[in-house]
């Protein structure tokens, strides 16, 4: 890629999409399409086909669809689902007949099977059932991988697929029944340490273990693979940091200030048991994250002070 080069952010209202777009232009690469209210509604095929017919993006960070937590995936696997599916099929085939040059589809690690060897490698993809309370979103997301390789397939199209661990960070949904476990906690710890509550409420057994990362090394791990990936296989975004629920609290109330105790409420789901991804072929190529899992919740809980409880913009609306 040049500094000219036109690149569309497909889901730039999604928490990856807005660490592309604060990335793409610092690290040079200005010559954006499609951005804020000049971006389709990628649900909408012929919007998505007349965007492409004008602006002719030569690469496309296809990272749109929404996405939500556990509760998110329990209330709304339908509307989750069906987006998802459309926001692929749409985005794929018009980049496939504009001519993209390189695109890059980012899926779920939810996609992979409940039970495969950890670390998950995409050698397990499709080996067995998925973790039933987001079957229907990474069901969507599988499907979306699929059809990049079958572009590969059949057009020798340069679509990679990738796969992320749990992104969090700046701009992400802090709707506690809708969010993501650290954002949802964020905002938990938060009202309970301004209430001056001794109980701060987390779902499930706390023994589940996630690798997270941090929003911004997602979208540098993003444009890395981009830059230096072409593989048939999906690639692993990983190398963050793999911690159980219970620690990833911890470490949430410490940064809030709560300091009170976790209760753990065994009546809401656990999800799948571990999710660590083998990164090792990503890490081979010469990327690695930037920030500690710490440094991140931090800056995290001070764009959620700022954003959310000053209420200097509105929060990300996940579906
Ligand atoms: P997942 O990786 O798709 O399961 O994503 P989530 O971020 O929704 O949940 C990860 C884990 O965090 C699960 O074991 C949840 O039970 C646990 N968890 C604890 N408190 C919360 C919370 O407030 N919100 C969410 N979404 N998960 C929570």
Redesign the pocket.
Known sequence: MTPTTRIFVAGGDTLPGAALLDLLPAEEFGSLVGVGPDEPDLTDALAVNSFFAAERPEVVFLVGGPSG???L?RARPADLMLANLQVATNVLDAAHRYGVRKLLYLAS??AYPREAPQPLSPRSLGTGPL?P??APYATAKLAGAVLCDAYRRQYGSNFITAFPA?PFGPGDDFG?DS????P??IR?AHEAAKHGDSVLS???SGT?R?EFLFSRDLASACLFALENYDGDAPLNLGGGTVLS?AEA?RVVADVVGFRGRLAFDTS?????PL?ALDSSVLRGLGWAPATTFRDAVEETYHWFLHHVTEGVCRERTTV
Not at 268 to 272: C, F, L, M, V
Request: overall charge positive.
């Open positions: 937590g556990i509760g995936n690690s939810c973790e309370t987001s749990n506690a969010g993501h476990v650290i949802a906690l938990r987390v779902w499930g589940p996630r629920i609290a809401k789901p656990d999800g799948a999710k």
